[in-house]
């Protein structure tokens, strides 16, 4: 099967700006644009296909009838492993916690949430929040909750531009206004707030807060949020590792010209294009590249070319 796009749905959460639709291109009669699914088959918001003899399918149900695209290493997960956003945060994300497989998969029948973080852009002064400042007990994160002074806690960290962040599970976080972001993530929706800056909701009431079980998941030990990021320039691209663990492995990739990339019957990739221009091509098929094109590669695809001077990330199961 040819490579194919994919159109994204959309989520307008109410920190979500307009970036999507202003530099990506995104599509929606929402006002906020916070995020965009680029890679799910997540119930809560599918990727559809776009064009070709299989256009305006869900992309569930086109892995249904042809499961060989997915690739052999797909086969050890009971369902689609991974889901791949963009997010803008015109303002602060509520701060949260997602629990681990075993935990979501009792106590919520979905999967944990590994994910990672790559910094598309940043305003000045922009930072997240990513575990604790110091050794927290659990009495005392919880009193910090009901005292409103859980932001005294936190470990702030500056943000610019190119920045990675890998977020186990049970790790506090919440991405801070001005910061556009590429999510790679585990294919989960599970989220525990625990402060939520005294927002209101579409409802007009405050947005749910999940203490008790944040409580149970929360590892309260100070973390490093900074993970080494691997790189290497060859033939006029710059190649970098993101991340790689048990349920994806995400590389960067800055080309001037172009880059010859496989696709074997191990796994899909997915390509999104988060900077420039270009075109991906095979020997049968040629597909424009621009800010925000989502492509899936089905495995055993083999050979193809992205050519241009353009900036994409690519995700792989390992």
Known sequence: MKPFLLNAP?????????????????KSDLERLAESWELSCHPDGESVVSGGEFDGMKLSELIKKHPEILGKNCKKFSSFPVLVKLIDAKN??????????????????????????????AEPDAELVYGFKEKTTK???RKAI???TLMDKVNRVPVKKGDVFFIEPGTLHAIGKGILIAEIQQSSNVTYRVYDYGRLGADGKPRQLHIEKALEV???????PHKPVYGMELDGVVIQLLAECDYFNVNRERLIKEAELFADDSSFSHVLVIGGSGELSTDDCCISLEMGTSIFVPA???NYVIKGNCDVIITTIP
């Open 300 to 302: 055993g695809t083999g």
């Open 10 to 26: 959309i989520k307008d959460y109410i920190w979500g700006g307009t970036k999507l639709r202003d530099i990506f291109g995104k």
């Open 139 to 141: 009495d005392e994160f």
């Open 92 to 121: 602060d994300l509520s701060v949260q916690v997602h629990p681990c497989d075993e935990y979501a998969q009792k106590y919520e029948n979905d999967n944990g949430k590994t994910e990672m973080w790559y910094v598309i852009d």
């Open 218 to 224: 929360t590892n309260t030990e100070p973390l490093d």
């Open 146 to 148: 009901e005292d409103n």
